[in-house]
């Protein structure tokens, strides 16, 4: 019982790192419709900016959050501007092989910049661990997990109060229609495109804290974010964030009670399952 | 006369709303059937329950002596029954030529007979001299014909034509009656959707009347104009009469 | 038949086909270079694989992300036979591709179900999925991968060729097999049937076509080609292993062989594969000890030509030609 409570614990942990990835990815796929392989580079990016900022201040991660979002969110502009704004006139397979070139080069530039190693950050500041009843609590996780919903809840109080989220929202409803009311819809999605990395800027900071930071590391976290926002419902940032956290789940029940190795099957299968029942994704088909 | 096509109580509710409801009215061979309406009466659920687009809720179709109700749509498509789209649904990264031919290939595999018959239908629609061009590129006028031609390669017994007159000028309406009244008289029976009334009084033997999903009557066109029921619930009622 | 061929070429492009032809056969006599031998090959087999991917994703328009799944099945047709029964490649090669459909016909009808993007995804999950289970199961020999390399056997019995152009020259003879039978295929109902479906599936419900059947087809003609492209690496590198086989950057590559080349058309997947293979190989030999430079540049080229010729390699000189006459008017408007 106690080794359950303990797999679903860290699975929703873990649960929310795919969330906010999959968060981006619904938002950029329901504003502009492209499936973007870049989003797991910009956590890795993220990943690096946290690192190189705790080792030269020794302050721990969560100060260097702030940095990570601006830094990405600066980054995620410009690519909109310089590549996707050419890259959204083109049809739809161009723009997702063009992303998929874009994450090579950050991938590979990263590499050669700073090389293969795998680097943690020593000193979070929240070493071990405590115990409330049965559960297991690792210190390194608890940031990790306010940041996450922090970020759950000023993404979903700014698409649904503020004015600019309310015309990213409708620009994905419909673009023309959001035009003719006198949106500005060039600005809905550099601001999305900008935003969506600026989360996977919050994801690499928090992920920072317990896992290790090599160019490479999107690639773990992009596929599951991918099968996240399918199954929460196509492009619904909502369903995005439920899909994440049953990633998480499937992915450390698999661990602890099969294999690691299973531990895909595992998630193709919910996945398979979740879209021969409702083809639309969970929260789809509104 | 016999009947191609018979419809009993067709139902068809999508969650709450109720797109058509009890509906019953038969074809017969030959005939031209005009179904009007009012903008949302469930004019194209109709169709699309009879081209096996969707299935019924309830009720049944028989399509020239078979039972159709739980059909699919391509197996309907080969038994017999033609479509066009409201919004033309053309091919538009193939040719003229190639948008028929899926359409003749249906009952053979064999190109030089299907290339005939595409001749033949090109023809027959008036669309030979742009047979080499992207469908893409044909105008509006163009692109309904196109539809109807693609439908008539595939030597239909029925034809449903899904409003073929909306956004047509004066003289291409015309066109298209004529074009009409001469698939007809080549023995295919046709059932169509019109928002205009003159175009529907002049092809139609008679006129079925659907009105917020259920149906008012069926009758000649000179019964239906004349019916007070219809003239207050349709042709006096909206500004749509002409499109 | 040979009307069906070659029926739609002017004698000129016949002439520039023969031509090419001839290059391609003599290209391998001139040079002794094994880094050449080694490109050629490539190239030949990723052209194989572009055509595979073509049938589904450029005819029928179903994009699957993950063809990299049947490439790695391919493979292991091969391989694991041969360790475990000896068995001859001749026979191994066309059971991989008669497995490899049968496996696109099983997950064929629930996956295609799915469209767009979630269809992509979800063949690139089903890849994935494969690729831990091959890593991890004791039968494929794990993360090891599988040595086909058997000393003293029969050379073309099985394959085993100490001179590499002797399997450009069969790879070639091959790929112009699967190019012939894509071109036959292109001018009968079956294609134009995919091609329907592409446009629009109500439209190609309309005329009598089920849908999901002839999608499900596609895909197994699809994996096939695939399958014997996975094969004839297993059988050039004669070593292979599931984490560089089967990756999603190879199902991309795939994806990228056959959009680059020209996507939906015959001849595209070909050049785009002479590009690909030459970018990748040219940049990782000349910048490879830079760590990652090499990627970069290439992903920079990717980039670029991707977003300036949407409509692949294909469309280059009609692209040319519309600028040429536009600045020959501009030119004309100034005088």
């Known amino acids: 019982m106690s080794t359950f409570l303990q797999a679903i614990y860290e699975g929703l942990i873990n649960g929310t790192v795919y969330a906010m990835i999959a968060m981006g990815i619904a938002l950029v796929w329901g504003v502009m419709g492209i499936l973007s392989f870049s989003q797991g580079e910009f956590l890795m990016i993220a990943m690096f900016i946290a690192y190189f900022f705790t080792t030269a201040t020794g302050f721990p991660p969560v100060l260097a959050l702030p940095l990570c979002m601006g830094v990405l969110f600066v980054l995620g502009f410009c690519i909109y501007k310089t590549i996707i704004y050419k890259a959204l006139q083109g049809p739809t397979l161009s723009q997702r092989l063009i992303t998929f070139a874009l994450s090579m080069v950050l991938v590979n530039g990263m590499l050669m910049l700073f090389g293969g190693t795998f680097r943690t950050i020593q000193n979070t500041g929240m070493d071990g661990a405590f115990s409330i009843g049965p559960l297991v609590i690792a210190k390194n996780r608890i940031i990790p997990l306010i940041i996450a919903i922090c970020i759950f809840c000023f993404m979903l109080w700014f698409l649904n109060k503020t004015r600019q989220g309310k015309a990213i929202r409708a620009t994905s409803m419909d673009k023309t229609a959001a035009e003719l009311v006198g949106i500005n819809t060039e600005k809905s999605y550099s601001l999305a495109f900008g935003l969506s990395a600026a989360i996977a800027g919050a994801a690499g900071c928090a992920l920072s804290y317990y896992y290790y930071c090599y160019p490479s590391v999107g690639g773990n976290f992009q596929l599951f974010g991918f099968i996240a926002v399918v199954m929460g419902g196509f492009g619904s940032v909502e369903g995005a964030i439920v899909g994440g956290m049953i990633m998480g789940l499937v992915d450390s029940l698999t661990g602890v009670y099969f294999n690691t190795a299973f531990k895909y099957l595992g998630v193709c299968v919910i996945f398979m399952l979740i879209l021969q029942f409702k083809p639309k994704g969970l929260f789809g088909g509104k | 006369m016999r009947n191609i096509l018979e419809i009993t109580d067709a139902t068809k509710q999508f969650g709450g709303l109720m797109a058509n409801e009890g509906i019953t009215f038969n074809v017969g061979e030959g005939e031209i059937v005009g179904v009007v309406g009012p903008n949302g009466a469930g004019k194209t659920t109709l169709f699309n329950s009879v081209s096996g687009a969707h299935t019924l809720t309830r009720g049944s179709i028989v399509f020239d002596g078979q039972d159709v109700t739980q059909k699919k749509a391509h197996e309907i498509a080969r038994l017999g029954v033609g479509r066009t789209f409201q919004i033309p649904q053309s091919l538009n990264e193939m040719t003229v030529t190639e948008n028929v031919l899926v359409g003749a290939l249906m009952h053979t595999a064999d190109m030089k007979k299907a290339a005939e018959k595409v001749q033949e239908t090109l023809e027959l629609c008036n669309l030979a001299h742009r047979k080499d061009m992207l469908a893409g590129k044909l105008n509006v006028a163009q692109k309904k014909r196109l539809e109807i031609a693609r439908a008539m390669a595939t030597d239909p017994k029925l034809l449903l034509l899904d409003e073929t007159m909306a956004g047509l000028t004066a003289t291409e309406r015309k066109d298209a009656v004529d074009l009409i009244l001469k698939i007809n008289r080549m023995g295919v029976s046709i059932l169509t959707i019109e928002h205009n009334m003159d175009v529907v009084m002049t092809v139609s033997n008679r006129v079925v009347v ?25 042709l006096g009622g909206g500004s749509d009469t002409d499109e | 038949m040979l009307k069906t061929l070659f029926g739609d070429y002017s004698k000129k492009q016949l002439a520039i086909g023969a031509v090419l032809i001839v290059i391609a056969l003599i290209l391998p006599q001139l040079t002794k270079s094994l880094f050449m031998y080694n490109l050629l090959i490539l190239i030949v087999i990723w052209s194989i694989l572009g055509m595979g991917w073509n049938v589904m994703g450029g005819f029928c328009g179903q994009v699957s992300n993950g063809h990299s799944m049947f490439y790695g099945f391919g493979a292991y047709c091969v391989g694991l036979p041969l360790q475990y029964f000896g068995l001859s490649p001749w026979i191994a090669i066309p059971f991989g591709m008669c ?32 690729r831990y289970i091959c890593v991890n199961m004791e039968f494929t020999n794990g993360a090891k991968g599988v040595n086909m390399f058997k000393k003293g056997v029969n050379p073309i019995l099985f394959l085993q060729f100490k001179d590499p152009r002797v399997y450009y020259y069969l790879y070639f003879v091959i790929m112009l097999i699967v190019l012939a039978v894509t071109k036959i295929l292109s001018k009968k109902r079956f294609f134009y049937y995919l091609r329907t479906i592409k446009g629009n599936e109500d439209a190609a419900a309309s005329v009598g076509i089920d849908v999901s059947r002839y999608k499900v087809r596609a895909y197994m003609l699809s994996a096939a080609i695939v399958s014997l492209g996975g094969s004839l690496y297993a059988q050039y590198m004669l ?72 409509g692949g390699l294909l469309t280059l000189p009609a692209k040319i030609r519309e600028y040429m006459d536009r600045k020959a008017s501009k030119e004309g408007a100034a005088k």
Request: glycine share 10%; proline share 5%.
């Open chain 2, 210 to 234: 659907l009105v917020s999903g259920k149906l008012l009557m069926v009758g000649t066109p000179e019964e239906v104009t004349s019916n007070p029921e219809v003239i207050s619930a349709y």
């Open chain 3, 99 to 130: 497995f490899c459909a049968c496996v696109a016909w099983v997950i064929g009808k629930p996956v295609l179900r799915l469209k767009g993007h979630a269809f992509a995804i979800c063949t690139m999950a089903l890849a994935e999925c494969m």
């Open chain 3, 239 to 310: 070593y292979f292993d599931p984490a560089s086989m089967m990756t999603l950057n190879v199902s991309m590559m795939i994806v990228l062989v056959a959009v680059m080349g020209g996507i939906g058309t015959v001849f595209g997947p070909i050049l785009g594969a002479i590009v690909i293979e030459c970018l990748s190989e040219f940049t990782r030999a000349s910048l490879g000890q830079y760590g990652g430079l090499d990627m970069v540049l290439y992903g920079c080229l990717v980039i670029i030509i991707v977003l300036f010729l949407p």
